[in-house]
């Protein structure tokens, strides 16, 4: 008798060992996915309905660490990306002419019924502005009609902070976007020659040829930038990249090519969704603008900027995100 009642203790013991572990499997899986997909708003203008599509977080309940544990915090899957072919299939049937008036009038029905902290984290010159502006062009009657409904105030809040604009990089900072990250990443020599100009002649210090001489002759005041800047995009890129807590990473160079795509995924992973022409318009009015700062080779520590670009890159492959475009060996 209890040699049985010991066999069923047994049994049971193991249908409740098998039973645990398949919940944890399935839990794992549907806070670790990499696909976010949001609620969104119909086609049907007239009915404004919102299509019953998953909502996803992951780690919701983020605690704050401290630097030595961080580490150990952050999973090796942190890095996300959107699934947006379902939301850019009309997008070559877009007409400005005929769409865009209409549009820019409709009304935004994206209400989150609460927010979380998310950067647009970049090294300086990679598109932050740009991308920032446009984000809160596309979002912001998304964000009234949230602070309508929670009962806040428009004018006592930052509109524009559906994501915050930061070029911070430490772990104690990180930490802070529970929300996650978007992590605009360009490639370092347009990008150090951008912040080169942006630092001493678009801030009024200097003309802009006595800035062209400078890296003309390989002057100590760029060989000394260039050193600390390009060692800034590497940290910059890794420290989110590593301890990000949720991460979706947009590359410049791809913004450039194709705004209305990568604008899609980023309103997505913020979780503001808006009518597709709504975004193509707002980008056919406030379009990416490229300038070239020199009509030279610039003297760049190659073998410095190779290494940093190879780290970055392999620590993406090691966490199973895209590799970074292949940039060009000259700036021209």
């Known amino acids: 008798m209890v040699f049985r009642i010991h066999t069923k203790m047994k049994t049971w013991m193991q249908y409740s060992c098998v039973f645990i572990l398949l919940v944890v499997v399935l839990l794992t899986k549907m806070i670790h996915s990499p696909?976010?997909?949001?609620?969104?708003?119909?086609?049907?203008?007239?009915?404004?309905?919102?299509?019953d599509i998953y909502t996803q977080r992951s780690q919701e309940n983020y605690t704050l660490l401290t630097e030595s544990s961080y580490d150990k915090?952050?999973?090796?899957?942190?890095?996300?990306?959107?699934?947006?072919?379902?939301?850019?299939?009309?997008?070559?049937?877009?007409d400005p002419e005929r769409e865009c008036p209409l549009s820019i009038e409709k009304e935004q029905l994206t209400i989150?019924?609460?927010?979380?902290?998310?950067?647009?984290?970049?090294?300086?010159?990679?598109?932050n502005r740009f991308t920032r502006q446009n984000i809160y062009k596309v979002t912001l009657q998304n964000k009234q009609a949230y602070n309508e409904v929670h009962?806040?105030?428009?004018?006592?809040?930052?509109?524009?902070r559906i994501c915050y604009k930061t070029h911070s990089h430490g772990l104690k900072y990180i930490k802070f976007y529970t929300g996650g990250a978007i992590l605009l990443l360009r490639n370092p020599r347009d990008a150090v020659v951008s912040y080169f100009f942006f630092t001493y002649s678009d801030t009024g210090q200097h003309d802009k040829e006595t800035v062209k001489q400078w890296i003309r002759t390989n002057d100590t005041i760029w060989t000394n930038f260039t050193g600390r800047a390009l060692l800034k995009w590497r940290q910059t890129n890794?420290?989110?990249?590593?301890?990000?807590?949720?991460?979706?990473?947009?590359?410049?160079?791809?913004?450039?090519?194709?705004?209305?795509?990568?604008?899609?995924r980023m309103i997505i992973?913020?979780?503001?969704?808006?009518?597709?022409?709504?975004?193509?318009?707002?980008?056919f009015t406030f379009p990416w603008i490229s300038r070239k700062h020199l009509?030279?080779?610039?003297?760049?520590?190659?073998?410095?900027?190779?290494?940093?670009?190879?780290?970055?890159?392999?620590?993406?492959?090691?966490k199973g995100a895209r590799p970074l475009p292949t940039y060009p060996s000259t700036y021209l």
């Open 112 to 127: 989150p019924t609460e927010r979380f902290l998310i950067a647009l984290a970049s090294f300086p010159r990679s598109g």
């Open 295 to 318: 009509d030279f080779e610039p003297p760049l520590p190659e073998g410095l900027m190779k290494r940093y670009i190879d780290e970055v890159n392999n620590t993406l492959l090691s």
């Open 238 to 264: 890794l420290h989110w990249i590593n301890y990000g807590h949720r991460v979706m990473i947009s590359y410049t160079e791809d913004i450039r090519k194709n705004a209305v795509r990568e604008l899609a």
């Open 151 to 160: 009962g806040l105030d428009i004018n006592d809040t930052e509109p524009d």
């Open 73 to 94: 915090a952050v999973p090796n899957n942190n890095i996300v990306d959107v699934d947006v072919e379902w939301y850019l299939a009309d997008a070559d049937k877009f």
């Open 35 to 51: 696909i976010i997909k949001i609620p969104w708003r119909s086609k049907n203008h007239e009915q404004d309905q919102f299509h």
């Open 269 to 283: 992973f913020v979780g503001q969704m808006v009518p597709l022409d709504f975004l193509q318009c707002t980008l």
